[in-house]
């Protein structure tokens, strides 16, 4: 919203005021963001009322003119293409060496001809958008004059972000800004002039209001309009804030929705005589005064001026009832619309206008008939011939409870960490116009209409008024005392952390986070169909609605994306997925791991390193234990080979394995990708398996090495178990120390033992035997010592 | 042998040595168990009596000087291996770079942790929440009424099933007043949702990280103190703090604050569109009707909460200049981030 500081001017003295350090700072501070501010004016000087005496055609063109032009110290000959030019004309000259638009004017050749300054278009003061003609000054205006002296051309025009105005409906006019402005200067803030006879003993209006969305309806009717266009004082400031002058009474609606904050509208009230307010009971088709038709839902809330729809109620008026060059009587309405009505209304037929987004923030119902009285001043006041045709009729039907709040000094003091003095609280709040009934340090506060709508409830709203205008750049920080007490250190935080440093670091995989639902092209590129439980109903991109169970997908879209780049990469994600509903339909989320590994080239040892990072980081960084046992992958695009679930705690929490061959074919032919997924909460909740410190031996160790012949489908896992087997007070390590194939249905095992006593040097009799011992446990079990 | 000829001889020897091993027989020859020296030491026997004092007197200094000797050639042995061993050693320069792979924790990640180890140390604790929240978590108990337009179509991302996607880690704030009760002090971060039209600095999907104080008597100051304390520890050097007027259903007052930028000092560069101020976190005194909700005695109790805007600190953090940065994979572009 645009604030001109003439028009605040209006209601506040600012005399002697940095205006620019009051907006961008105090302001700010205080009461909402400024988006900019704009210097009106500053890029015109030496433009001068003047006379044009005589118009001559210029000799070598058609469109302009030669014009002899009095700027009262001489008269000068000036080039002019405009088509309004007319002797006796009184219009704007740019002398030479004036300034507009921030170009500055010399005598220069036009067509030939000498030009001695130039004829400027409203356009060119820059306080309206037509280029049409010259500008054109009233019939007695004296020549010779700054036309910063007759028109309000200076002024500051600053930018407020709407957003920041979200729960102030009382600042959407320049009159409750000028409130704010005044207590922040500790200045008084003038009254507004508003009508004030009485007019009861004219007819009252038939206003009928079936709504009971419509909280408000006022209104009167106005006759004998003679006046077409609005002042240029009004136009200007109309231009500056950011509308458009269309004509003296619509000018006036949008001027005290500009003042106010009150939207108005302006019926022809020869066309419109009674008025009723209801919501439509099926969809309707109507006109815009934009000209624009438009489909209203069943249950728009309308007005109806003599039985058919004049208005979309609190958005737009229509075409057909709209204030014309001929009006000569209007019906003014100014009237409060339910917030929320009027925003959903808005939103379905997607029209937001100056009206209906000052209706959405709660307006006081109190305004409508100062609002009122305001347009009857203003047309009163600019057209001596109107005069008003109606008692002042208004249905009143909801009110908002009064708000009362009870405070103490000491709550205030409290809440803020400032020890206020009581002058500062009761003059603020005077200033912004809430009464206080003061009793010792208690004040029972009555809170004005215009912020009881829905933005002062309790207590901590009156704190904010006293400390925002106090400013918050004077309360100091200042640390609380709490008492120390040691903190719950978070496990799953902690465990997130270090599992991802670890991947990052020992194993150089990059983190990367995807969003939680599927990429829809992706999986259709793929031809995979991920199972998801859950839909976004009103999702951003078509189709990019399903919520995921897994992160594979997105992570094959990282590989996708990436694989141009870097030959062989790995990339992990702790991300959120939506893996179940429970008996409520609520979603069941779960944290998972998901590490994918690419490489351009298929390499078979990269599921053992995926593996390892694994057993590393899960096993010894965070202590807790997983396991991998063979199964079957029941997904389609993860391979049948190499499948392997992992298990944690007894459960299965997730699994290892490689990317289908079909799908590797669509991503590249010759590549190898693998991945992981497992629910990650279950690994922090885990159970944590601390190390114990072994007493290492004094007593030297000895190795063994067998190879020995065992058949290919057996694991390790189970190798492992059998080497593991032999009972005996002797202590021994076994490891893996190499395999190869050795014919189509063998592989020789390689396994280093280190047999040791805690109490004795093993003797040659005990080393010999415990080698007897483990070739024959492995003979029990059919396995064969490679000879 | 004559004496004197055996310190001759063991001169004239003692010049072929030049290895460890050459100079251990050198030692054998004379000093070993039938070395020269002690074969000499063996004829006292046969010296008339009034010889053997001298004799046994030279033959021990023969025998001192042939070890101190020895003991020399020795330690100008270890000299020259050392020497060598300097001379063979290649020259390495170590101004090449290391080329290994290099992995990456994502940029928030980064901020995450670097917020998180902040405000543990000023004893707070650190939850976890769900990114698909109930309408009552996401609203109603952080005093968003049933009008409010946050609550439209056009900002939040519905599910089929009534649930939201949370629009702002304020959702997880019932939870955890619930569990903890107060006094309070906790931070939780998380991923948040809003469906709004995506551009340099917003999209569909960002991070919070959300904080609470509950206690007796907290106030704005206590606010305004805990922020700049975060900041200035974040950014390792001293941060200033202003509170403009915000407005949230959930706190009251509501404040934006901005932070004066770290990069220029609040000179004013193109991070801070030369503004000098950054605003960085929506924050406020926590409303009495979202404490009340929580169960917590507003009687005794007030307090603040703040929603730091975590995908933005991250870039201001890494001098990233797009969101599209964060959530969009290209590891060209993620793994620049160091670990810290």
């Known amino acids: ?586 979603a069941i989320e779960q944290k998972k791991l998901c590490i994918t590994l690419y490489n351009k080239i298929e390499n078979t040892d990269k599921l053992l390193e995926l593996k390892e990072m694994l057993e590393y980081s899960i096993n010894d960084i965070l202590m807790s234990k997983i396991k991998f046992v063979k199964a079957t992958s029941n997904v389609d695009y993860i391979s049948p080979k190499n499948y392997y679930e992992i298990i944690c705690d007894g459960e299965t929490i997730g699994f290892i394995g490689m990317i289908h061959p079909k799908i590797l074919n669509l991503i590249d032919k010759r590549c190898g990708i693998v991945v992981a997924e497992l629910d990650f909460n279950k690994i922090s909740s885990s159970q944590i398996y601390e190390t114990k410190f072994e007493k290492v031996s004094i007593y030297p160790k000895s190795e063994l090495d067998f190879n020995f012949l065992i058949n290919k489908d057996i694991l390790y896992s189970d190798i492992y178990l059998i080497a593991t087997s032999y009972q005996s007070d002797i202590k021994y390590k076994v490891s893996l120390l190499d395999i190869f194939d050795h014919n189509e249905q063998l592989k020789s095992y390689t396994l280093h033992y280190e047999i040791w006593s805690d109490n004795r040097t093993l003797n040659g009799d005990e080393i010999d035997n415990f080698h007897k011992q483990i070739i024959q446990t492995f003979k029990d079990k059919g396995i064969e010592l490679k000879l | 042998m004559e004496l004197e000829q055996i310190l001759i001889q063991f001169n004239d020897d003692v010049t072929k040595v030049e290895t460890d091993e050459s100079l251990n027989s050198l030692r054998t020859k004379y000093l070993g168990k039938t070395g020269i020296l002690t074969d000499a030491l063996k004829e006292i026997k046969n010296v008339p009596v009034e010889r053997k004092k001298a004799y046994g007197e030279s033959v021990n200094k023969i025998k001192t000087e042939i070890e101190n000797k020895l003991e020399n050639l020795k330690l100008q042995l270890e000299d020259k291996l050392i020497q060598n061993k300097l001379n063979n050693t290649k020259n390495i320069d170590l101004t090449i770079p290391y080329s290994h792979d290099k992995g990456s924790l994502h940029p928030v990640t980064i901020a995450e942790h670097k917020v998180i180890e902040v405000f543990r140390s000023m004893g707070f604790i650190v939850e976890d929440g769900f990114e698909v929240e109930t309408e009552y978590n996401n609203f109603e108990a952080v005093n968003v009424p049933k009008d409010h337009p946050a609550r439209d179509m056009q900002d939040t991302f519905w599910l089929e099933n009534g649930q939201v996607l949370r629009t702002h880690t304020s959702a997880n704030q019932n939870r955890v007043m619930k569990q903890y009760g107060a006094p309070l002090r906790a931070i939780f971060p998380g991923r948040c949702y809003r469906n709004e039209t995506v551009d340099a600095s917003h999209d569909t999907t960002f991070w919070q990280l959300e904080g609470m104080v509950i206690d007796e008597n907290i106030s704005i100051a206590n606010l305004i103190f805990f922020m700049k304390t975060m900041l200035t520890k974040v950014f390792g050097k001293e941060i200033k703090v202003r509170l403009r007027p915000g407005y949230f259903p959930f706190t009251e007052p509501s404040f934006e604050l901005d932070c004066s930028c770290p990069y220029c000092d609040g000179n004013g560069c193109s991070v801070c569109k030369h503004g000098g101020w950054i605003e960085l976190c929506p924050c406020g005194m926590i409303h009495p009707e979202v404490l009340k909700m929580g169960g917590i005695d507003i009687e005794k109790y007030q307090g603040f909460a703040f929603g730091l805007g975590l995908s933005r600190l991250a870039m201001m953090n890494k001098d990233i200049r797009t969101i599209r940065v964060l959530n969009g994979c290209k590891l060209k572009e993620l793994k620049q981030a160091k670990i810290k």
């Open chain 1, 1 to 586: 919203m645009y604030i001109s500081i003439n028009w605040i001017k209006d209601y506040v003295d600012l005399d002697g005021i940095d205006i620019i350090n009051l907006i961008q700072n105090r302001f700010t501070m205080a009461v909402a963001e400024v988006e900019g501010i704009q210097i009106k004016g500053e890029n015109l000087s030496g433009v001068v009322t003047a006379k044009i005496i005589k118009v001559d055609d210029h000799p070598n063109s058609k469109k302009l003119h030669i014009l002899k032009v009095d700027k009262g110290d001489e008269i000068v000959e000036v080039v002019c293409g405009a088509p309004n030019v007319k002797e006796g004309m009184i219009t704007a000259l740019a002398t030479t060496h004036a300034n507009v638009l921030g170009q500055s004017i010399t005598v220069s050749k036009i067509a030939g001809i000498d030009s001695n300054g130039m004829c400027c278009s409203a356009k060119e003061l820059g306080i309206s958008d037509d280029h049409s003609g010259i500008f054109e000054f009233e019939k007695d205006t004296p020549v010779g004059i700054d036309v910063k002296k007759i028109l309000p051309i200076d002024d500051i025009i600053f930018e407020i972000d709407n957003k920041s105005l979200t729960n102030r409906p009382d600042l959407w006019g320049h009159y409750g800004i000028a409130r704010e402005i005044s207590a922040l200067t500790h200045r008084p803030l003038k009254k507004l002039e508003i009508f004030s006879g009485d007019v009861s003993n004219l007819p009252n209006l038939d206003i009928k209001v079936k709504s009971d969305t419509c909280f408000r309806y006022t209104s009167a009717t106005m006759k004998n309009i003679t006046k077409k266009i609005s002042p240029m004082t009004m136009q200007i400031r109309l231009y500056y804030t950011g509308m458009r002058a269309i004509n003296f009474l619509a000018d006036i609606t949008n001027y005290v929705m500009l003042e106010l904050g009150q939207p108005m509208h302006a019926f022809d009230n020869s066309l419109v005589k009674k008025i009723e307010v209801e919501n439509i009971d099926s969809e309707v088709k109507f006109t815009t005064l934009d000209g624009q038709e438009r489909v209203l839902p069943k249950d728009t809330m309308v007005i109806k001026g003599n039985g058919e729809i004049s208005a979309i109620a609190g958005v737009m008026g229509g075409l057909d009832s709209e204030i014309k060059d001929n009006t000569t009587s209007v019906l003014i309405e100014s009237a409060c619309f339910h917030p929320a009505k009027v925003r959903r209304t808005a939103t379905s037929i997607g029209l937001r206008t100056e009206s209906s987004s000052r209706y959405e923030k709660s307006l006081d119902p109190e305004l409508t008939i100062i609002a009122l009285k305001r347009y009857i001043n203003l047309v009163k006041s600019i057209d001596n011939c109107a005069e008003i045709s109606s008692n002042i009729t208004d249905i009143y039907n909801f009110k908002y409870e009064p708000v009362t709040i009870n405070i103490t000094k000491e709550y205030i003091d409290n809440y803020t960490g400032i020890e206020f003095d009581k002058d500062t609280i009761l003059s603020t709040l005077k200033s912004l116009e809430f009464e206080v009934i003061e009793n010792g340090n208690k004040y029972e506060i009555h809170v004005p209409s215009f912020r009881a709508t829905k933005d002062i409830k309790g207590k901590p709203d009156i704190v904010e008024e006293v400390a925002r205008i106090f400013g918050y750049d004077n309360i100091k920080p200042v640390s609380p005392n709490m008492e120390v007490l040691p903190v719950d250190l978070n496990r799953k935080i902690d465990a997130e952390y270090s599992l991802k440093y670890t991947l990052a670091t020992k194993f150089n995989l990059s983190e990367i986070h995807t969003y939680l639902w599927y990429d829809y092209e992706t999986n259709k590129y793929l031809n995979i169909n991920p199972k998801s439980y859950l839909k976004i109903i009103n999702s951003l991109q078509k189709y990019n609605d399903e919520l995921r169970t897994t992160l594979i997908p997105s992570q094959l879209k990282v590989v996708l994306e990436n694989k141009e780049d870097f030959d062989n990469f790995g990339v992990f994600e702790i991300g959120s997925a939506v893996v179940g509903l429970d008996k409520q339909g609520q």
